[in-house]
């Protein structure tokens, strides 16, 4: 037995002596790095335990044709040593232009390691950056001659997981997001993939066990853990693959149209792999982790950026079935020898002069500041047909779309219309046009736009989480940044964090939002898990305030939205963004005109955010306070069993009143049986005074405290 354990022993006392360990600021979150075998291989712990086990590093590289020799297609997987350790200490304070408080703090202890891999006299480095709530790890390549230029056929970092966790999570797929969340143990993900692709899934999962970031999962002991990346730049969308016999993720990148995942030119910096941990939930909404590990801002001036509440010509097309195409049968002509003018236009095409000039009207008068337009320009009616070499040139508007009157019509109302601009994913069409249609905008004053990728991209058939396309998403943010216009992307990929280095970047869709409740409908639990998944990447443009809750009140769809109509008002704090539509018709609100106020009301962008109660897909409260006011907003949102919420107010300055209006679910509410049952109180408090508040099935509430 002692011949036995003694090359056990001896190994274990050979990897801790040459074992590196870095520990959070508070001490919290200890991460351990050492080669095992030649492999680079880490552990993560929190409060002594085990978050991440012993995990392995690597990338494999693809055969290579301008390689000038074998060995160059050598993997970065082992056959490593130590050169050098470096360890340090990083604390500032940064202001972001927009975001959830005034200040964040970035404050995390680092250690870097130097790997030399002999047999290739070639040096990588690993970064680990440290933080009370997490950690976040990436590969660093310095320009060498042994490592110049490499094509990535997979990354193989790990995530070895200590137990069977409850996971919240959606299929591994290439091309979008727009899934609702699967809630189920680890080892239960291979059994429920298939229900769970069934309905929108753009392509068959790349594996059985793979599945999207950011990825929450709690455990048996009470261990709230995130899985994602931040600053993706000029690489591949990363997913995880999962062994479900060893409960090991493994990073998966998003392929090209060849199935190669990455091309890197040294010097580079993959992005960086993260991982948020607490044994509180609200420690996972409230992290900042992800943008901390994002470079700062890079545009000198941010002074025309501004956080946006909007409405707009959307949701009647989206619910209501009307026509985004201007046409009702194309004309018997070349496509591209129509004369539109003699087109006979479509009874139920909204985007047309008289009713963008309603939904100004309704902007002017309840304080919201633009308005969006869908359906604007020529293009839709050969959308999927790609007859042309283009679609969009996203300068035509349509005949009866007067684009110089109303742009004069909406100034002069204080108000501005936002420019839509659907790619039909054709990227290098885009780009090709991008300069004009951004100067199109800067003549008319707009400084916004919402830009579409829907289909299949377009020339090359890459998809739409690869590094190409990466590069295109980022190319159109820098080139808006030039033209001082916001950007707020759907189908693009998932954010991780870029919004800091790019503020313009005011939003992104990237999940299923509210649109598919006019397509069937989201569970009520669907809005509780955004936060904790989708949103710690970046904001998101849901596109909120849907009141008119049974779409069948105003049109012929028999789908209903799965929340009251307090549970929407909560939407505009528990979904954080600071670009906010108010997406119903104005019709919709002039009904509930008292609770509208409280749209009007809301701010978007905040100097102060403490989440008071948190657990994922069951319930969130939030209280805010506006940017530059002494004013603070609560939202509250909960799944379809209800929650009943006490929030005592000692966040609010002591000493000071404050006028308190409360919308809340009536004591009969119900997101099925009686969805606009509300009740709207007012009253006078202070600070340390207490509300006890109960969401009905699907509901929620809404406060707001002005400071007198």
Known sequence: MKKLLFPVVALMMALAASAQTVTSPNGNVAVKFYLQDG???????????????????GLELAKDKHASNEMNEQDLMDGFTVKDTKTSTFDETWTPVWGETKTIRNHYNELTVTLNQASMERDIRIRFRVYDDGMGFRYEFP?????????????????????????????????????????????????????????????TPFSPTGVQTSLQMKTADGLYINLHEAACVNFPTMHLNLDDKNMVFESWLTPDATGKKGYVQTPFNSPWRTVIVSDDARDMLSSNLILNLNEPCKIKDTSWIHPTKYCGVW????????????????????????DYTKCKPHGQHPANTANVKRYIDFAAKNGLQEVLVEGWNIGWEDWFGHYKDYVFDFQTPYPDFDIDELNRYAHSK???????????????????????????????????????????????????????TNNHYLYCIQEAAKHHIMVNAHEATRPTGLCRTWPNLVGNESARGTEYEAFGGSEPYHTVILPFTRLQG??????????????SEWCSNKSYVHTTLCGQLALYLTMYSPLQMAADLPENYEKYDDAFQFIRDVACDWDDSKYLEAEPAKYITVARKAKGTDNWFIGGKCDAEGHKS???????????????????????????????????????????????????????????????
């Open 39 to 57: 492999r680079p291989t880490y552990e993560l712990s929190y409060k002594h335990k085990a978050v991440i086990k012993p995990s392995h590093l």
């Open 143 to 203: 320009q060498q001659q042994k490592l110049n230029y490499f094509v990535v056929k997979e990354e193989h970092s790990q995530f070895a997981m200590a137990g069977d966790h409850t996971a919240y999570w959606i299929p591994g797929d290439y091309d979008t997001q727009e899934y609702e969340t699967v809630i189920s143990k680890l080892s239960e993900i291979r059994g429920k993939m298939k229900s769970a692709i069934t309905s929108n899934s753009s392509q």
């Open 315 to 338: 949701w009647e097309m989206i619910a209501g079935g009307r026509q985004w195409s201007y046409t009702f049968d194309l004309p018997s002509v070349h496509l591209d020898n129509i």
């Open 414 to 468: 204080g108000v501005k219309l936002m420019m839509h601009h659907e790619t039909s994913a054709s990227t290098i069409n885009y780009e090709r046009h991008l300069e004009a249609a951004y100067n199109l905008m800067n003549k008319y004053g707009y400084d916004a736009v919402k830009s579409g990728y829907v289909g299949d991209i377009i020339p090359r058939g890459d998809y739409h989480y690869s590094q190409s």
């Open 538 to 551: 970046g904001p998101m443009d849901y596109t909120p305030g849907i009141f008119v809750t049974k779409l």
């Open 646 to 708: 006490r929030i005592k107010l000692d966040f609010l300055d002591k000493g000071r009143k404050y006028t308190c209006s409360v919308y809340a679910d009536a004591a009969d509410a119900d997101y099925e049986k009686n969805p606009q049952a509300y009740v709207i109180t007012h009253r006078t408090v202070k600070k340390g005074d207490v509300l006890n508040l109960t969401m009905a099935r699907g509901g929620g509430f809404a406060v707001s405290l002005m400071a007198k």
